[in-house]
Structure formats: structure tokens, C-alpha cells
């Protein structure tokens, strides 16, 4: 956590011109692309193949151009950066255009597009170190009670103005609370900010870009700017749930078997554990997954089946080959079923057991707004956070998911993809 520093009209930090996409993306096809052209074009065995190099020369270009582009929409996210999305970033386009260029039967050279994907992982990777060594923004706060008691809770460079006088340097940018009542002189300052192209934050804004969290205080527009998510994506992601749901079950059938296998031979009891969990729109639901502990009575008292639900730090009641599953979240993978059904998606707000979900709702204020998208197998809580039961940690959790649900779109759902494959290598936040 970096403290308040005083600063008056002075210039912050200038960033490096390398810092901007334009920058990136021109350095970066010079090297990524270009250079690996002129090597290839005096080759006189790429010549022999119509168009060889032609199509790899635009193709390197379109997957570098369009791997930056998504390197630096997912590194926006709270918790990202480029270093953990370089190499998934560009995988994913290179890849995409040799299986472009391979349907439409178009003479390729792979030795050039190989040569230009690594070059292009090199070239980021220095971009990245060079960013964060350089460039990280600094956040001008315009006195008031709310601005300066974010050295509290966020770690930036945070430097207090005293005199309303424009910052110098091009990743300055100005945070104010917007509902306090400021002098003259600093409304001034702050229509002066905008006008000349400075980014101007409102502080809670600020707070949910740099932790991932947003905080209710009340369900108004003024919070979320709309009550629904975006209705628009809720629609596409539902079919893009289905049609990965059925690509992925032959290739899972096989490891689901064995794992089903393993379960029998670990310990008595059924392959499968069904339990009644609060689902899209507040609706109960029976979601599956594999058992992972030892079968034991169903709780009829409220408070016993709220304690059952919990999973404890070293739960003796896991079983051995539970315990694997549950950090590699491979006891998930049932819960197929559930998405085929409509019932989850791939990725969400994780759905509570109903004993612990009518507990929480009694406790925590708009707990219940977590349902107005359908539950995920992972979330941008279970990436951030992991297994919470308490409500302090509740709480917190809940903050993540009202992040998700205001975020709601396909890029954050990306980057919990791909964080969720580090969390399954880790076992981070696992019980």
C-alpha cells in the first residue's frame, strides 16, 4: 500500500511512448512481422510454393495485430497484466490463422509464422517489462473526505493535489468524488481536466478497476446504471455454453470414467454427489458433481444443515482422491449436465447450497441480486478469492460477483477462463 503523496502543480511521471497501442503495434510488426518476411522472401525454397510467403506475411500480421488487441483488453481487468496473458493471447490467434489458412487450402510457410510467433511473444513480454517498469499511471486526487482515504485501501501511485493546476505527463489522470460539494475553483479544475483529454474518475470507480470489487450501498441506477446485466451477451453466452458443452463432452468422457472408477475403488458410497443449490432468477435446482466425501446423513435441523454445507479448512471428511479433485476442480466437471439443462454456465457467480443461501440472504443486504445470472462451474470470485463459508468473507465474495455481474461481458469471461486453468494448476482457494 503506497501512501498520499502531496502534490501541487506539478508534472507526474511521464510515460514511455511505449505505452500506447500505436507504439506497440507498429514496433511490433516491424519486428514480428517484417523482419521474418525479408529473411523468408530471399529464401529461394519459399518460392517454389505459390504464394507461400505472400499469405504468411499477411497472416503474421492479422494474428500479431489482433493478439495485442486482446493482450490489452484483458489486461485492463483488476488483477491482470500482461505477463499472464502473453503467451495465451497469442497462441490463440497464430493458432487461429494457421487453422484459417489450412481450411481455406492457402500455401503457408509455417517455418515463417512459427518464427514470427516467437518473435511476437519476445517483442511483448519486453513491451510488458518496459510498461510496468515505466509507465505505471499516477492518480491525482482532488481533495475531499472520500478521496483521501483511498491510501487506505489501494495500493497506486496516488498523489493528493493542493492547488487546482493541471498535472503534466500522459498517464496523469484525476480522481475526485463527484457527488461532494467542491470550491469553484476546483469544479473549474475539473471541467478543465476533461476538456483538455485527461481521464477523470470518480473514486468508486476507481476502486472497482483497481480491486475487481464494487461495493452496494443501495440498488439504484446510480450504483450499477442499470439494474440487468448485459441482456445482449447473457443471450450469446448462453449458446456459446451449449455448443462448448458438446464439444468438450468426447473428449471428457474417457477422464470422467476413470475418475468415476477411482471414486469407487477410494471409498463405499456413489459416484456422483447431488445437492439442492440457489440458482439463475433465485430458483433451487439440483446440481451434480463427484463425491468427495464420505456419504453422511441429510440434515433435517436448519442449523445443522448450514453447518454440514461448509467445508472446513482440512475437512476430515474428504476422501483421498477427493482431495485431488476438489484442487484441481475436477470434481466440477459433472456439472455439464447442469449447463446442457440451462440451469449454469461455464462461468458465474458459484451457487451456494440453499441452507447456506437463506442464511446469507437473511444477512447480507441484495445478497440475492448474485442470481440474476445463471451460476457458474468458476467466477471472478473463485479466481480472486477462492472457498469462503464465513460472512465476513461472504461479504467480500459478494463484491467480486456484483464486479462480474456489472462487467458482465465476454472479455472478463476470457480472463476467468484463463486464470481458472492457473487456479486448477495451483489449487488456489481449494478446502
Known amino acids: 500500500m503506497l501512501m498520499i503523496r502531496q502534490d501541487g502543480a506539478v508534472g507526474g511521471r511521464h510515460a514511455s511512448w511505449l505505452d500506447s497501442l500505436r507504439s506497440q503495434l507498429l514496433l511490433g510488426l516491424a519486428v514480428a512481422v517484417l523482419l521474418p518476411g525479408f529473411f523468408f522472401s530471399g529464401d529461394e525454397r519459399y518460392h517454389a510454393t505459390s504464394n507461400s510467403v505472400f499469405n504468411s506475411f499477411y497472416g503474421s500480421a492479422i494474428a500479431f495485430s489482433a493478439g495485442l488487441a486482446m493482450l490489452r483488453r484483458m489486461s485492463t481487468f483488476p488483477g491482470t497484466g500482461y505477463f499472464a496473458f502473453i503467451i495465451p493471447s497469442f497462441t490463440a490467434t497464430y493458432g487461429l490463422v494457421v487453422t484459417s489458412l489450412f ?19 519476445a517483442v511483448a513480454f519486453l513491451f510488458s517489462f518496459w510498461v510496468a517498469r515505466f509507465s505505471r499511471p499516477s492518480f491525482y486526487l482532488v481533495p475531499s473526505p472520500r478521496t483521501l482515504a483511498l491510501a487506505a485501501t489501494l495500493d497506486a501511485d496516488l498523489i493528493a493535489l493542493t492547488t487546482p493546476e493541471l498535472p503534466a505527463g500522459r498517464r496523469a489522470a484525476i480522481v475526485a468524488d463527484l457527488r461532494h460539494d467542491h470550491k469553484d475553483d476546483w469544479e473549474r479544475f475539473l471541467a478543465q481536466a476533461a476538456i483538455n483529454g485527461y481521464p477523470v474518475y470518480h473514486w468508486k470507480l476507481l476502486t472497482e478497476s483497481l480491486t475487481g470489487r464494487v461495493n452496494i450501498e443501495h440498488l439504484s441506477e446510480n450504483s450499477f446504471g442499470s439494474l440487468l446485466p448485459n441482456l445482449a451477451y447473457r443471450k450469446a453466452k448462453r449458446v456459446i455454453d451449449i455448443i462448448a458443452s458438446l464439444l468438450v463432452l468426447p473428449l471428457l468422457a474417457l477422464p470422467i470414467a476413470i475418475v468415476a472408477l477411482l471414486i469407487k475403488l477410494d471409498s463405499p458410497g456413489p459416484v456422483l454427489f447431488v ?79 440453499v441452507a447456506l443461501s437463506g442464511w446469507y440472504e437473511n444477512e447480507i443486504p441484495f445478497y440475492s441480486y448474485r442470481h440474476i445470472v445463471r451460476p457458474g462451474i468458476t467466477g471472478w470470485a473463485q479466481v480472486n478469492q477462492g472457498h469462503v463459508t464465513d460472512l465476513d468473507s461472504i461479504n467480500e465474495k459478494l463484491t467480486y460477483d456484483f464486479y462480474y455481474i456489472k462487467y458482465f461481458s465476454a472479455w472478463l469471461d476470457v480472463v476467468v477462463a484463463l486464470r481458472t486453468v492457473t487456479i486448477m494448476a495451483t489449487g488456489f482457494g481449494s478446502k
Open 103 to 121: 481450411a481455406l487450402r492457402l500455401n503457408y510457410s509455417g517455418t515463417y509464422l512459427g518464427t514470427s510467433f516467437v518473435v511476437a511473444l
Open 275 to 353: 445437492q439442492e443449490r440457489m440458482g439463475f432468477r433465485g430458483r433451487p435446482f439440483r446440481m451434480v458433481k463427484f463425491r468427495t466425501m464420505r456419504p453422511r446423513p441429510i440434515c433435517i435441523d436448519q442449523a445443522d444443515a448450514i453447518n454440514d454445507a461448509m467445508t472446513k479448512s482440512d475437512d476430515d471428511r474428504i476422501t483421498r482422491i477427493g482431495r485431488f479433485l476438489r484442487r484441481t476442480r475436477i470434481d466440477e466437471l459433472p456439472q455439464i449436465w447442469n449447463i446442457l439443462r440451462g440451469e449454469m454456465s461455464w462461468i458465474g457467480p458459484r451457487p451456494e447450497a
